[in-house]
């Protein structure tokens, strides 16, 4: 029974951070964060969770783009391409 309160609480914290919640249900989850100091931090882990795999995901962006450049450095065709652009 306690895994699946735990679940849904999981859900609902889910909902909250990625603003799915409708008006009246999202100001009583406010309510129930401000009463419940537990719920609040989870919701606070949660978003700090959610801060890190978007750091994560623009890190892994970021290299698969270096990759391609560095391929496409390789290429003289595309080589030409830039300098007939910045010439």
Known sequence: MY???DLIEI???EKYLSHQMSGEKK???ETRMLLDGSL???VEAQRHVHK???IFSR???RNRL???YQQLLLESSF???LKNIFA
């Open 52 to 54: 890190l795999i978007r």
């Open 3 to 5: 895994m699946r309160n």
């Open 79 to 81: 080589v030409q391409q």
């Open 11 to 13: 859900e609902q914290i």
């Open 40 to 42: 609040f931090e989870k």
């Open 59 to 61: 890190r892994q962006q």
């Open 27 to 29: 100001e009583q989850f």
């Open 66 to 68: 270096e990759l391609i």
